[in-house]
């Protein structure tokens, strides 16, 4: 008996270390799996039927031009006229939800409700519309980086005006399209509005005032956000019933080693905690070793106050709380050390100095030498569990996750890296995290910001050699479809890419 016992444990012991066992993994009931894109990266139509020039319209079209191959948002997928054939795809995935964002420009061409732009309005009701009549839930971005240009002109999110703008905007967008949508998303990733767009030049608008403009940004956003879910809380909610959130994008900071907890630390404060502990803990506010540093270093280089503006005691409490959902953006990890070097290593003043931490990512993580995204699943792993031990287990929606790599439609690497990540999505929920649901980036290849076209996230592959942008299902996708299908997570499944994905049934096998 005994020895039989020991057999049994050493058989699966034995399958779990070589992986050879054939594990399917079931999601829970209620798991909702999606897809998202946003309106810059995919709509293209930058000036057609009223719509103003947004602050990527502006840097796209700059001469000497600062996006990779010199490539625009002009036509990018021409999703404004082909939205049809976007929602055949989320329908030929068999999807539960579509996230996709608003272009501010295109609703409101001033900025401000004094001009609402019907074709506008008209796009976003039809593609609605299209995604009720096959039952897939529409889940809205309001903002996803592009902000009119006019609103720039005025400073952007660095004017705590934008606090009462986008509050404007928010409002307008509830009242029209409200009544059909159940899922806000009130801000894409303020990182990187924030420090790449303001803090830095890497992202429109490229101010650039280092260690003071991503700071300003980061309370206005904050701000902006929960005036938009006080808005919807209060006066929209109670006859709309839905559910309003922010996105936060995090990698994972992992210490290179033991003398650099305190460091990597320091940049989880920096990098996520600045932007989601104001809303998600219990105490809000910015968490106070940030507030320390900033302020501490601000003093040393002869500012008269702190750089990280304050939060009044009202608007610590009028943050605080206001995410109904944890949307979490996340696709990889990286390692994160200190040394004397650091001191001055970085311009002063800036938030890279403020942290005062390296940064790098092991060469082993690439999935092969053309992958780009850096697949470390252990790292998603221990990002789950920071967000469930820092605030108390909220709910967790995964807003984005994905792979970006190359063209070509046999993308083993992407799947490989959807696997990866969901497996370990699934140890998060066996050890106790309240995941609630799953956005792939992206549902097709999109106009990656300073990026361009060269690196590519599709399910679906997009031809921009062809003005009718044809789509064309990737592995990724027939591999995906099954997931969503099944509610299962099979590492041995091998889809049959030559039959038609549209030609999949319910059950999985090809249409008689
Ligand atoms: C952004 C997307 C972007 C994706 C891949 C996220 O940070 O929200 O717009 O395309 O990452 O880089």
Redesign the pocket.
């Known amino acids: 008996m005994c020895y039989k016992l020991w057999l049994a444990l050493a058989c699966i012991l034995f399958y779990r270390c070589n992986g050879n066992r054939h594990e399917v993994r079931k999601f829970p009931e209620g798991f909702l799996f999606g897809t998202s894109t ?1 309106s810059y ?1 995919t709509e293209g139509a930058w000036n057609e039927d009223g719509k103003s020039e947004s602050i990527w319209d502006h840097m796209s079209h700059q001469i000497p031009c600062s996006i990779k191959h010199c490539d625009t948002g002009d036509i990018s997928d021409d999703s404004y006229h082909l939205y049809k054939r976007d929602v055949e795809m989320i329908r030929e995935l068999g999807l539960d939800f579509y996230r996709f964002s608003l272009s501010w420009s295109r609703i409101l061409p001033t900025g401000f409700p004094d001009v609402i732009n019907e074709a506008g309005v008209q796009y976003y009701n039809n593609l609605i519309d299209e995604l009720l009549k096959y039952n897939i839930i529409p889940m809205v971005t309001i903002y ?1 980086f592009d902000l009119p240009q006019t609103l720039q002109k005025l400073g952007g999110w660095s004017n705590p005006h934008i606090v009462d703008w986008f509050g404007d905007f928010s409002n307008i967008v509830f009242r029209l399209f409200g009544d059909r949508v159940k899922y806000w998303v009130t801000i ?2 303020p990182y ?1 509005i924030c420090y790449e767009g303001y803090g830095a030049d890497i992202m429109a608008p490229q101010v650039n005032v280092t260690g003071i403009a991503e700071y300003l940004c980061a309370k206005n956003v904050l701000v902006a956000h929960a005036k938009a879910y006080h808005i919807y809380d209060e006066v929209f909610r109670p006859t709309q019933g839905g559910k309003i959130f922010i996105s936060i ?1 995090a990698r994972w900071n992992e210490p290179d080693g033991d003398d650099n907890v305190e460091a990597a630390d320091d940049a989880n404060q920096f990098f996520i905690m600045q932007y989601a502990y104001p809303i998600f803990s219990k105490s809000g506010d910015f968490p106070s070793s940030i507030k320390k540093i900033i302020a501490a270093k601000s003093k040393e280089q002869g500012f008269l106050r702190s750089r990280l503006p304050e939060f009044t005691p009202d608007e610590i409490e009028y943050v605080r709380g206001t995410s109904d959902l944890y949307g979490l ?1 996340h ?1 990889s990890t990286q390692l994160i050390y200190r040394n004397e070097s650091v001191k001055g290593f970085y311009k002063i003043p800036s938030m890279y100095d403020d942290t005062g931490v390296f940064i790098y990512q092991l060469d082993k993580w690439l999935l092969s030498n053309s992958s780009i995204t850096k697949a470390v699943p252990w790292g998603f792993h221990k990002l789950l569990t920071f967000i469930k031990e820092q605030f108390g287990n909220p709910p967790i929606f995964v807003t ?1 996750n994905g792979f ?1 790599g190359s063209t070509g439609l046999e993308d083993n690497d992407r799947v490989t890296y959807y696997r990866l990540y969901l497996s370990v999505l699934l140890d998060a929920i066996e050890n106790g995290s309240d995941i609630r649901g799953y956005t792939a ?1 992206s549902l097709m290849d999109n106009f ?2 300073n990026q361009g076209y060269s690196i590519r ?1 599709g399910l679906y592959e997009v031809d921009y050699t062809c003005p009718n942008r044809t789509r064309t299902p990737r592995k990724s996708a027939y591999v995906y479809k099954e997931i969503a299908r099944t509610h299962k997570l099979d590492f041995e499944f091998e889809p049959n890419t030559s039959v038609p994905i549209s030609a999949l049934g319910e059950d999985g096998d090809e249409n008689h």
């Open positions: 946003a990266q996803h894409n990733e990187y994008n953006n696709y984005e970006g980036w990656e910001w996230f």
